[in-house]
């Protein structure tokens, strides 16, 4: 039952890191940031963080391996919307 499990959360991760990827890639190269929500951006970074410790915990290597990315990649878009935020 793990094997089948263990596909089906690469599958989800896949997608659902990827999904931020076209965000970073945009915000990268245009720097614009002010249509994005601090909040939300600030809720899911979070979010993603206490999922992979989550997963620590469970040694789930799925959770793991996907909230470690997703949170890098939602902590640079972050990070990027607190940099425009403060040289307003």
Not at 67 to 78: E, H, K, R
Request: proline letters at 2%; a positive charge.
């Amino acid at each position: 039952m793990k094997k089948g499990s263990d596909t089906l959360g690469y599958m989800a991760g896949t997608l659902t890191t990827l999904s931020f990827v076209p965000q970073v890639v945009q915000t990268f190269q245009t720097g614009k940031t002010g249509d994005l929500s601090f909040g939300m951006y600030l809720m899911i970074t979070t979010g993603v963080a206490l999922w992979f410790c989550y997963g620590c915990q469970k040694k789930d290597k799925p959770i793991i391996l996907f909230n470690g990315v997703t949170f890098v990649l939602a902590l640079s878009v972050l990070f990027m919307i607190t940099k425009n935020l403060l040289s307003l």
